[in-house]
DNA sequence: CGTGTAAGGAATTCTGACACG
DNA sequence: CGTGTAAGGAATTCTGACACG
């Protein structure tokens, strides 16, 4: 499908579509003219991503999160990068220092929104049952 | 206690309490010099509002939310315009909408970064054993 | 950093019409 | 009838840039 429609799918907008794919989060084909062509599993993806991006999480985090690694281009160029070092995958202890702080700021928003939504809740049983109260 | 004390104790800064004041959600005692004297109840209290903020209700939602209702000066004013109307306590069904969408932005949100906070939780188990991957 | 928008051009699709065998 | 084609407009997409909080 082309990127209209992935974006009325996804809710998406088509400028972010764009910017995913430029920072190696999504890599559609072409077609010879040029417009990007997804696929049904770019539709997942897509999703999972803006769901990434919407908690707080930048492009650079979300790539090595993606179940099926960074897209196609942005594999390359890692592959290239790691050769230069060494061929092995090693967990980047930097890296695995900001996800252990995401998750720790992930989890304090998480309780922080559901106290509040507990609250809301509350107080809505409250509006529509009067009885016990004041 | 004094401002100060209350800030410390809770992590809010002092402009944000004397900003829940400002808004009625909060109305601590005056001591003869004017400084402002809390009480414990008023830890909690402050705890409160700060998770409703950081969780995006506005102030005005937060008021009728508090377990024991408006700060004293804000209850008086909402009895005069009460009073001017009708003297029960009707629901709002204004505000009522404003809690139920309310309601539902918390939970998708919450329901979005739940699902961002297990893809980094798996990651971060992968990186830490990496027997079955690639 | 993530996101919207205005700009200008290129490729695509749509409809109704005409032509052909 | 089924099918190709030229015509004109509308909708879509493309890229690179600027703006904003």
Redesign the pocket.
């Known amino acids: 499908m082309?990127?209209?429609?992935l974006?009325s799918r996804t809710g998406i907008?088509?400028?972010?579509l764009?910017?995913y794919e430029e920072?190696g989060l999504l890599a559609p084909q072409r077609?010879?003219?040029?417009?990007?062509c997804y696929d049904e599993a770019d539709v997942d993806r897509a999703a999972l991503v803006s769901s990434l991006?919407?908690s707080g999480?930048?492009?650079?985090l979300?790539i090595p999160l993606l179940p099926d690694g960074p897209a196609p281009a942005e594999a390359a160029e890692a592959a290239e990068a790691a050769e230069a070092g060494d061929g092995g995958r090693r967990p980047d202890p930097e890296l695995t220092d900001l996800f252990t702080a995401e998750l720790a700021r992930l989890e304090a928003k998480i309780a922080c929104m559901t106290l509040s939504r507990d609250a809301v809740r509350r107080h809505l049983a409250r509006l529509a049952v009067p009885a016990g109260g004041a």
């Open positions: 082309r990127i209209g429609e974006s907008s088509v400028r972010m764009r910017y920072r077609a010879a003219s040029g417009y990007r991006i919407r999480l930048t492009t650079k979300i």
